[in-house]
């Protein structure tokens, strides 16, 4: 975009923002709703149409943030917006690129993509839902993020041997969206699943880690299974064979730095899968191979500068808007202001979930949890209807398909720098109707089947 073209956007978008402050609707909301309202409506004209760089909407936020909103809310420090730039969010991104930039160094990576796609026979389908499925179940188990960042690892050499660019975009949604439906499938595969888990153990509802699994684990089936066809068809190729030949320099393979990588990245692999047993998060694991790579020399000053950082404080500002709006109460504003308790109960599910669905795709998905079920728990329903309810804003709560900013899967495969936001739009619209649908016809009466 030139010049011309960002100074007009940027223009537009503010005029925009005026006069929105302006519609009646605002005037049932207080100030710091207002002004958070019109924050976010920026900061999603900015990421959707790419007026400027992602990474430069965060600070966009950051400063509204600052100087207009903290001023407004009583008793509000700046670290409320500041900290989601450094948080155990940021830290586990940070290790799971580390990881990646250690098996890609070495051309690891390669050796791991190549065993892939021999499984597959090369055949481009195959191949697409592998990559899908591989990093689902791994997901199920391990951090999203950590999860991305490995597959991502292992998807470029692949990705940069293509000429079919529509095939290499489907390879990347496939690893991004795979990892965001894998968490599903487990209390520990994603934050949201766990507030859920601990809500409905206070209230008193049948539902523990075994019988999740049991109704989660199809449910992660049939959307991964969606989720291939969607990408298969949106995204036509002319691939005949997915290829991969291994760079016939291998001296770096054979270097016995290598097997300090694999050992390391076994062993954060093993923490981040047993959390529950050490009790050290996820983050702080994944300072291990930060610590070790660069402390030793396996990684240099290069490899550090080259780490994307962009994305990292791409995710900041979506965290920081997240915390905008707990801190102002527009999200409990938009909630409550619905009525939902007047409604039948189907409407309710539909509702909430719809509403955890959008909302999820602009904040994260734990904060969107911490908004939501909460409110659902707070209305008078038995404990059957009330774990159905909330295990499917849960589940909706990880449906976040839509932008970059939406997961950090999704921003971390944009940082491959192959993809357009309008391509992620595209597939993760798809893929969230169908979840959606998903949701409502299918998983209601499993659940309550289970519980019962």
């Known amino acids: 975009m030139n010049t011309l073209k960002r100074l007009f956007g940027l223009l537009l978008t503010a005029i925009i923002a005026v006069l929105l402050y302006q519609l009646p609707v605002m005037t049932s909301m207080t100030v710091p709703q207002k002004i958070t309202a019109i924050i976010f409506i920026v900061a999603a004209i900015l990421w959707i149409f ?14 509204l943030e600052v100087l207009w909103l903290l001023p407004k809310i ?11 730039f450094f948080s155990t969010t940021i830290l586990l991104f940070l290790g799971g690129f580390v990881l990646a ?19 597959t026979g090369g055949k481009p389908g195959i191949t697409l839902f592998a990559f899908l499925a591989v990093s689902g179940f791994l997901s199920m188990w391990m951090s999203n993020t950590a999860v991305t960042a490995l597959m991502l690892a292992v998807t470029l050499p692949v990705v940069r041997k293509l000429t079919d660019k529509n095939y290499a975009k489907a390879l990347l949604i496939a690893i991004a969206f795979g990892a965001n439906i894998g968490g599903m499938g487990t209390p520990i595969g994603t934050p949201p699943n766990a507030i859920a888990l601990d809500y409905l153990k206070k209230a008193g509802a049948n539902v523990n880690f075994a019988n ?47 097997k300090v990588i694999i050992i390391v990245s076994i062993i954060t692999a093993l923490l981040w899968l047993t959390e529950s047993l050490h009790k050290v998060d996820a983050a702080y694991v994944a300072l291990v191979p930060v610590l070790i790579y660069f402390s030793f020399g396996i990684l240099k000053r290069d490899d550090f500068n080259s780490l994307s950082w962009d994305v990292l404080i791409l995710m900041g500002g979506g965290l920081s808007l997240g915390a905008a709006f707990k801190a102002s109460g527009l999200g409990t ?58 295990v499917a804003i849960s589940l909706s709560a990880s449906a976040s398909m839509l932008l970059p900013i939406s997961t950090p899967p999704n921003a971390i495969v944009y940082s491959s720098g192959e993809l357009k936001v309008v391509d992620m739009l595209k597939a993760g619209f798809a893929v969230l109707i169908l979840q959606y ?16």
């Open 50 to 63: 790419e007026i400027v760089p992602l990474y430069v909407t965060s600070f966009v936020i950051l400063i």
């Open 212 to 258: 999740w699994v049991l109704f989660a684990f199809p449910y992660v089936v049939i959307l991964i299974a969606l989720t291939w066809l969607v990408l298969y068809f949106l995204f036509p190729h002319k691939v005949d064979r997915v290829e991969m030949h291994v760079s016939s320099d291998t001296s770096k393979r054979n270097d016995p730095r290598v």
């Open 101 to 119: 930039k250690g098996l890609e160094a070495y051309k690891i990576d390669e050796l791991v993509a190549e065993k892939i796609i021999e499984n």
């Open 74 to 84: 009583e008793g509000a420090k700046a670290t409320t917006f500041l900290s989601p």
């Open 333 to 390: 504003y938009i909630v409550n202001s619905l009525g939902i308790s007047n409604l039948s109960f189907t409407a309710q599910v539909a509702l909430l979930a719809g509403i955890t669905a959008l909302i999820t795709n602009f904040m994260s998905n734990t904060s969107t949890a911490a908004l939501i079920i909460p409110l659902a728990m707070g209305l008078n329903l038995d404990p059957v209807h009330q774990a159905i309810l909330v």
């Open 437 to 452: 649908t998903l949701l409502l016809t299918f998983e209601r009466f499993m659940i309550q089947l289970i519980i019962k």
